[in-house]
């Protein structure tokens, strides 16, 4: 489950990573939908209900007064940028680095919550988050890993066009082509991500066995302190493998999307510019909307569908 942090404060980086276009509304449903998935993996219980739906409450209060506002700072920054003919792979992996350091901050805030939930998960609990996490990875396989290369290849084509045509709009059939040789070339290896998925998960599971058991028979505050150190341990190791050869896989895949977002960025018309900058514009709208409190419940949010 924690290994999906990045998931629960997704729609809240939605704006920098270019993945909807309907932020106010998601945004709005956000602390909703958090709930429901952590239920989902979890199968909690009326306490532990009660604490989650507080420190989502929280966390999105935080988010909205505090992250947001450098959100709505760096798309006005990118609307100046993505107007520019050529950016370099280090203008890009820039705005990844940046990406990287608002989730750090968004996943720090998140931690005293996931450590209460943490210490109280029961031996049953993580067994059904096991099979939930087999399930997923059986959709993961099935989404990226298929069996024939070229329906694989086909997939991961799909799946990059849209992002690209999300935020530039339509590609003619010459950036199409571009993109197809520069993903043919790309270092990506579903089946090693997976299978680092699936270790990461191993480590995770044993975690919340070891935290939960031991968690139960100290006081209160050291129990707190060693779930909270073990969140940001497994957070850590989600976004960076603590294993040598596939963190230097991470990094170089890294740099190889960065250079094919220049790429491509590069290989765009005024026309599609103009139209990147004026989703970027719509999404900076929504940012300082939500930061004003419109179009958000500002932390009452009605997570159970009945009036509180």
């Known amino acids: 489950m924690l ?3 990045r998931w629960i404060i997704g729609l809240a980086l939605v704006v920098l990573l270019g993945a909807c276009s309907v932020l106010r509304i998601g945004y709005s449903q956000a602390p909703t939908l958090t709930y429901w998935w952590i239920d989902g993996y979890a199968d909690l219980n009326g306490e532990q ?13 935080w988010h909205r007064r505090v992250e947001m506002p450098r959100y709505a700072t760096l798309l006005t920054r990118a609307q100046r940028e993505v107007m520019e003919p050529t950016l370099t792979t280090d203008q890009l992996c820039a705005w990844r680095d940046e990406a990287q350091r608002r989730l750090d901050a968004a996943l720090d805030e998140a931690t005293p919550a ?4 943490m210490v109280s998960l029961t031996p049953e609990q993580i067994g059904h988050m096991e099979r939930k996490m087999a399930k997923d990875g059986d959709e993961l396989k099935k989404d990226f890993a298929q069996a024939d290369k070229a329906e694989r290849t086909k997939a991961a084509f799909k799946r990059t066009l849209e992002r690209y045509e999300n935020l530039y709009g339509k590609l003619d059939d010459r950036q199409r082509t571009k993109l197809a040789e520069l993903l043919a070339a790309s270092p990506f290896d579903a089946d090693r991500w997976l299978a680092e998925r699936d270790r990461r998960n191993a480590d995770l599971l044993a975690l919340l066995t070891k935290v939960s058991t031991e968690g139960k028979r100290a006081d ?7 779930a909270q150190a073990a969140v940001r341990m497994v957070a850590e190791r989600a976004l960076r493998s603590p ?6 896989y991470q990094q170089r ?7 094919l977002a220049a790429a491509m960025h590069n290989a765009t018309t ?7 900058r004026n989703k970027l ?7 300082r909307l939500i930061v004003a409190g419109n179009g958000v419940n500002n932390g009452n949010n009605n997570l159970d569908g009945s009036s509180r």
């Open 253 to 259: 895949l890294t740099q190889e999307n960065c250079a």
């Open 3 to 5: 290994l999906k942090l």
């Open 114 to 117: 996931f450590a209460t939930l």
């Open 281 to 287: 514009k719509g999404w900076e709208d929504d940012v």
């Open 49 to 61: 209900s009660l604490k989650l739906r507080e420190g989502i409450d929280r966390w999105f209060d």
């Open 270 to 276: 005024p026309a599609q510019r103009q139209y990147a």
């Open 243 to 248: 294993r040598p050869d596939y963190r230097a």
């Open 220 to 226: 209160s505050a050291a129990a707190q302190a060693q």
